[in-house]
T-cell receptor, first 115, second 114 residues
Framework: AQSVTQLGSHVSVSEGALVLLRCNYS??????LFWYVQYPNQGLQLLLK??????LVKGINGFEAEFKKSETSFHLTKPSAHMSDAAEYFC?????????????FGKGTKLSVKP | DGGITQSPKYLFRKEGQNVTLSCEQN?????MYWYRQDPGQGLRLIYY???????QKGDIAEGYSVSREKKESFPLTVTSAQKNPTAFYLC?????????????FGQGTRLTVV
């Protein structure tokens, strides 16, 4: 069965610092992987996705993630944090053939950005 | 613009009442989903539907019911059997439901029991 683990429920960085949000997955088949962002009282918005091909994926708002099969990881990074990046971030893996219908989500990491 | 519309944005329910949350999509997606979100618990799947007139229970279906009579609509009813319904509810859809495509989300409905 597929699963997702996000390390750290809360991450705090200074404005201009590197953002690193960790995601590890478990999948019995080649995974499709996704990162979503959620601002307070809003729905989730897709940041980026990995399906096949290039392992470094670029998304919106300057974020990128690298698929590392050997480490079963899909960490999200941004070189320089901005105040507007403060939000909750969710990693998801495709639930291929499972019981979740489509995607399995991690518990989320709340990112705070200090001025 | 194509997207998912949830209504209302805020909903208040009295004890013992049933309430229905609306979810409509004009993306022509086959699959639709309902999630419940509580602080620190991520997204928990309530129900999902991969095709019209068919739906499956998710992890926390007790106290909820759904219907999928039209491709574009997937309403969720929170019944009086749901003992702790105060939460943020998210509806989503995807082109298909076999794990190969991203989900698109509505803006959510915040339900509060008064």
């Amino acid at each position: 069965a597929q699963s997702v683990t996000q390390l750290g429920s809360h991450v705090s960085v200074s404005e201009g610092a590197l953002v690193l949000l960790r995601c590890n997955y478990s999948s019995s088949v080649p995974p499709y992987l996704f990162w979503y962002v959620q601002y307070p009282n809003q729905g989730l918005q897709l940041l980026l996705k990995y399906t096949t091909g290039a392992t470094l994926v670029k998304g919106i708002n300057g974020f990128e993630a690298e698929f590392k099969k050997s480490e079963t990881s899909f960490h999200l990074t941004k070189p320089s944090a901005h105040m507007s990046d403060a939000a909750e971030y969710f990693c998801a893996v495709s639930d291929y053939g499972g019981s979740q219908g489509n995607l399995i989500f991690g518990k989320g990491t709340k990112l705070s950005v200090k001025p | 613009d194509g997207g998912i519309t949830q209504s209302p944005k805020y909903l208040f329910r009295k004890e013992g009442q049933n309430v229905t949350l609306s979810c409509e999509q004009n993306l022509n997606h086959d699959a639709m989903y309902w999630y419940r979100q509580d602080p620190g618990q991520g997204l928990r799947l309530i129900y999902y539907s991969q095709i019209v007139n068919d739906f499956q229970k998710g992890d926390i279906a007790e106290g909820y019911s759904v219907s999928r009579e039209k491709k574009e609509s997937f309403p969720l009813t929170v019944t009086s059997a749901q003992k702790n319904p105060t939460a943020f509810y998210l509806c989503a859809s995807s082109i298909e439901g076999r794990g190969r495509t991203e989900a698109f989300f509505g803006q959510g409905t915040r339900l509060t029991v008064v």
